[in-house]
């Protein structure tokens, strides 16, 4: 009998275990919506690899904070919202932050949490006063412990562009934390940190605080599925892979633009501040980079100009090896030069670079 007993209980274990798997949670996965440009919304598209690892940090619980870097409108902070889902399917009490969103919830069903956040978020009207939030998250995440809360997901989005470089690394730590040194046991943590703000990157690298993984565009088939979502008449798939090198935001302006690549182009000259005292300034450098970004990997490349260039969301600098575990769903090509892809260091998208080159024959 007990025997048998034990027997049924390993099976119910294989079979639960199976069940939660990717593939098969991923095919019957809730998709998310998500607002693409105005009055049309889409379903999340593809990202099967990303899916995947969620499903895993899901199951096992992530052993460091992981910090997801990559170009602005890559979809980072889409994945984050279907991975809320996916974890609260999954019996997580989920905590999210996002203060671009001014997003701040906590499912950890606790009155007096909810409650505290309630009042706090009454007292702030600025993004930069949300973000000052973002200490909470802790808290909530020390106290859902103390109530006895055994699955938490800490999920914070597009924070570290509010703050100083230190004081990020400070939050992952803070998360680091909870995860070694909880109050209370616990039975699984995920803690998840996404930002396309590229210099936090390297000061939290430094003190090895956090899992750091790369996310890239989508890659060709998922980006291709997305496409054709978009309703009306648009230029072939090929034109528009060429320009936005699978990044979904820059497929919503050129549709928002009724797909004139021009005003896109000089949408971005103006958003990210290209300047002709800047162009003037480093005009030799940026005529070799616009051609090969890897060119700035040269030694005596100025380490001025790349931090202006990362700061602006204009490259990713120091790609990560396109190992499988350093990335977040499909890494890039190792190098595609049409697409200003380098081995270690690559332009945010075509589009990006375009902004460049335009500038520096316009101006
Ligand atoms: N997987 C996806 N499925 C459908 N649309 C997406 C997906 N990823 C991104 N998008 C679209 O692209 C936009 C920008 O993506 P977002 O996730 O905000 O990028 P990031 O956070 O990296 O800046 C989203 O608002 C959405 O419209
Ligand atoms: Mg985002």
Request: proline share 12%; hydrophobic share 40%; net charge negative.
């Given at each position: 009998m007990l025997g048998k007993h034990l027997y049924t209980e390993k099976l119910l274990e294989e079979l639960l275990h199976r069940a939660s798997t990717a593939h098969e949670c991923g095919s019957v996965m809730k998709r998310v919506k998500i607002p693409f440009a105005p009055s049309l919304e889409v379903e999340f598209t593809d990202r099967e690899k990303g899916v995947e690892q969620v499903f895993e940090w899901a199951e096992k619980g992530t052993g460091f904070p992981v910090v997801i870097y990559g170009p602005e409108g890559c979809g980072k902070t889409s994945l984050l919202l279907q991975a809320v889902e996916i974890l609260k399917e999954m019996n997580y009490n989920v905590i999210y932050f996002n203060p671009l969103r001014r997003r701040f919830e906590a499912e950890v069903g606790i009155e007096s949490v909810r409650q505290a956040i309630l009042d706090h978020l009454k007292q702030v009207s600025t993004e930069h006063e949300f973000a000052k939030l973002i200490w909470l998250v802790i808290d909530v995440a020390v106290e859902a412990l103390k109530h006895g809360k055994k699955r938490i997901a800490i999920i914070v989005d597009d924070a570290f562009q509010f703050m100083g470089v230190k004081e990020a690394a400070a939050l992952v730590k803070g998360m680091l934390e909870i995860i070694e040194h909880p109050e209370e046991s616990y039975e699984r943590i995920v803690a998840v940190a996404a930002t396309s703000e590229g210099l936090s990157r390297f000061e939290i690298g430094r003190h090895r605080?956090?899992?750091?993984?790369?996310?890239?565009?989508?890659?060709?088939?998922?980006?291709?599925?997305?496409?054709?979502?978009?309703?009306?008449?648009k230029p072939s798939f090929d034109d528009v892979w060429r320009l936005t090198g699978g990044n979904p935001a820059l497929l919503s302006r050129l549709y928002q633009a009724r797909w004139d690549a021009n005003a896109v182009i000089h949408l971005l000259i103006e958003d990210k501040g290209i300047s002709p005292s800047f162009i003037s300034k480093w005009r030799k450098w940026l005529e070799e980079a616009v051609r090969d970004p890897d060119t700035l990997w040269a030694p005596d490349a100025p380490q001025e100009l790349i931090n202006e260039l990362i700061e602006r969301n204009l490259i990713v600098y120091i790609m990560h090896r396109r190992l499988e575990y350093r990335w977040v769903d499909t890494p890039p090509p190792e190098k595609d030069l049409e697409l200003g892809i380098g081995r270690h260091i690559a332009w945010q998208t075509p589009l990006h670079r375009e902004a460049i080159k335009r500038a520096l024959q316009e101006l």
């Open positions: 605080w956090a899992e750091i993984r790369a996310m890239w565009n989508m890659p060709r088939e998922g980006f291709e599925e997305l496409y054709n979502r978009i309703p009306g008449p």
